[in-house]
């Protein structure tokens, strides 16, 4: 069981990520933006995998990512992007920020898959 964060701005898509990776017994916590999820880590500490939200408003996905792997004990973060765009910019970032990079919509057993794969590294 992992320590996951999840970081997404739409209610209904947040839900159903957590509870796909609750099916998989999970410790999930989430946060409808940037603001929340930093709260979020500072209460409950580092999670061991966090997946971002590329499109918020505030603070994008990427933008918090970038945030976190500035400040040495959060670099060693391991993450997941997704997104509904299909822009290689976001490709781009996501490599650039060694995170991983998912499609919505995504089914479950994508989900499921990227996050162990996620976690194995």
């Excluded at 391991?78 to 910019?89: G, V």
């Excluded at 479950?108 to 898959?113: T, Y």
């Amino acid at each position: 069981m992992a320590k996951i964060l999840v970081v997404e701005d739409d209610p209904d898509n947040r839900l159903l990520v957590e509870f796909s990776l609750r099916r998989l017994d999970h410790d999930v916590y989430s946060a409808g933006s940037a603001k929340e999820a930093l709260a979020l880590i500072g209460l409950h500490g580092l999670p061991d995998l966090a997946l971002f939200d590329i499109v918020m408003d505030g603070t994008d996905g990427i933008g918090l990512l970038s945030a976190l792997r500035r400040v040495p004990t959060t670099t060693p973060l391991r993450a997941i992007l997704f997104t509904a765009r299909q822009l290689a910019a976001d490709e781009r970032s996501a490599a650039e920020l060694d995170a991983g990079l998912l499609l919505k919509p995504m089914t479950s057993a994508e989900l499921c898959r990227a996050v162990d794969a996620a976690l194995a590294a």
